[in-house]
């Protein structure tokens, strides 16, 4: 069975940065194409950013945070796990953030597995 861990959510102040991780576990073997969705109150889940596995290029993000946010590997070597690098993080971030992935190379927008979500706050 596949496990994601997710860390690094917090409250924050309106500009500030924070940085969440998350590793997949379960499958020795197995590489995942990995990325975050998250989920605000009131609202329906929405996608934040995405990573394949085969090219460090091949990153998706939602137009609300282009610019400021990054996903990418935690380190060269690691298949299966990420971070996603947020900066000038504004109230509309403020959502639950949940990590997703799925299995293979390529990220694709219906992930197979989902972490149990980590809370981001941000307040002016």
């Known amino acids: 069975q596949v496990r994601l861990a997710e860390s690094g959510g917090g409250s924050v102040q309106v500009g500030d940065s924070l940085r969440l991780s998350c590793a997949a576990s379960g499958r020795p073997g197995s590489v995942f194409s990995m990325g975050w969705f998250r989920q605000a109150p009131g609202k329906e889940r929405e996608f934040v950013a995405g990573?394949?596995?085969?090219?460090?290029?091949?990153?998706?993000?939602a137009d609300s945070v282009k610019g400021r946010f990054t996903i990418s590997r935690d380190n060269a070597n690691s298949k299966n796990s990420m971070r996603l690098q947020m900066n000038s993080l504004q109230r509309d971030d403020t959502a639950v953030y949940y990590c997703?992935?799925?299995?293979?190379?390529?990220?694709?927008?219906?992930?197979?597995?989902w972490g149990q979500g980590t809370q981001v706050t941000v307040s002016s």
């Open positions: 997703a992935a799925t299995p293979g190379p390529k990220w694709a927008m219906n992930p197979n597995y």
């Open positions: 990573l394949s596995w085969v090219g460090t290029s091949d990153t998706y993000y």
